[in-house]
């Protein structure tokens, strides 16, 4: 998770979107994953998108254990890959100015995905995407099918020209096939063992993926 409170130079706040933590992380407990919280500097997860109007996001703030941990999350630098079947990146336009360069996660991101592991973000969260490099220097999204904000939704929340780039075009020039849908649509993209939604609704969606994709690595 991005570290990131403040939405450029225009004093509003902003960092992790709560309801792509709460709802992946209830279908990740569900389906029996341990889950652990990391964030770019670690420590508290600055928060967006704070609706108790949304039931799981309520369930995830009354939760003690849950809501511990999001405040206590691990630094990236702290984050081991070789512990990790998958790397979940949630989006918060945070994510836009801190993810895509943070060494910790890029690392980390590269080396789950060429052990076999599975790569999955949603929403502005693919931003942590656009930097990763294999070990023989082509871009992790190169060629595959990706998705994330879309331009259309950038300019409807009127923040195109706030964000440090456009996340689909950054995504597109990385040799990203973007697979996007009208806005505020639920699209969930997987290719191969790299999973991408678009928004906050496709945020269970992206989760749902990931835990199926696991199953899958387990069956014989």
């Keep these: ?26 279908v990740f407990t569900r389906a ?5 919280f990391a ?8 928060l967006d ?4 109007a949304d039931a799981v996001n ?8 849950a809501t511990r941990r999001l405040h206590e999350s691990l630094p990236s630098s702290a984050v081991d890959p070789s512990r990790y079947a998958a790397i979940f990146f949630a989006g918060g336009h945070g994510a836009m100015w801190d993810l895509p360069d943070d060494p910790s996660f890029v690392k980390a991101t590269a080396r789950i995905y060429e052990a076999g592991g599975v ?3 949603v ?3 693919p931003a ?16 595959k099918q990706v998705n994330g904000f879309t331009n259309e939704e950038e300019r409807a929340v009127k923040l195109e020209n706030v964000v440090p780039f456009l996340l689909e075009d950054r995504l597109v020039a990385r040799g990203g096939r973007f697979v996007g849908a009208p806005k505020w649509q639920k699209q969930v993209v997987v290719d191969g063992r790299l999973v991408t939604g678009q928004n906050p609704a496709s945020a269970a969606g992206v989760a749902e993926a990931i835990v199926a994709l696991l199953r899958k690595e387990k069956t014989p």
């Design 39 to 46: 964030s770019v500097r670690g420590g508290r997860v600055p």
């Design 32 to 36: 029996g994953l341990v889950v652990e």
């Design 1 to 26: 998770m991005t570290s990131h409170d403040k939405k450029g130079d225009t004093g509003e706040s902003t960092g992790a979107y709560l309801p792509e933590i709460a709802h992946p992380y209830v």
């Design 49 to 52: 998108g704070v609706d108790r």
């Design 119 to 121: 790569v999955g973000a």
């Design 58 to 65: 309520a369930a995830f703030l009354d939760d003690p254990e």
């Design 128 to 143: 942590a995407l656009v930097n990763v490099r294999l070990s023989d220097g082509a871009y992790l999204v190169a060629g």
């Design 123 to 125: 929403c502005h969260g």
